[in-house]
């Protein structure tokens, strides 16, 4: 989720739409949200990298999976 998602969600939050699970967000309106920190337990992302090998990968998109995957492994 990008960050223009995430005030989306907060937005919706606002709005008495929902509650939502979001990264620290710099710059929240805290006028109609409340922010808690949640310590215990620790949350963690996992992002994951896939593609189609026997369709064509573009240059560009090659170079970035390399990248990727050499940084990460």
Sequence with gaps: ???GR???VA???GS????SLLPDLQGLDTHKVVQVR?????????IGLAW???RY?????GSFKN???AKFS
């Design 1 to 3: 989720m990008n960050s």
């Design 6 to 8: 995430h005030a989306t």
């Design 11 to 13: 937005g919706l939050v």
């Design 16 to 19: 008495g739409l929902g509650v």
């Design 38 to 46: 949640l310590n215990v337990p620790e949350c963690h992302r996992s």
């Design 52 to 54: 189609r090998i026997e």
């Design 57 to 61: 990968l573009p240059p560009a998109a």
């Design 67 to 69: 990248f990727i995957i």
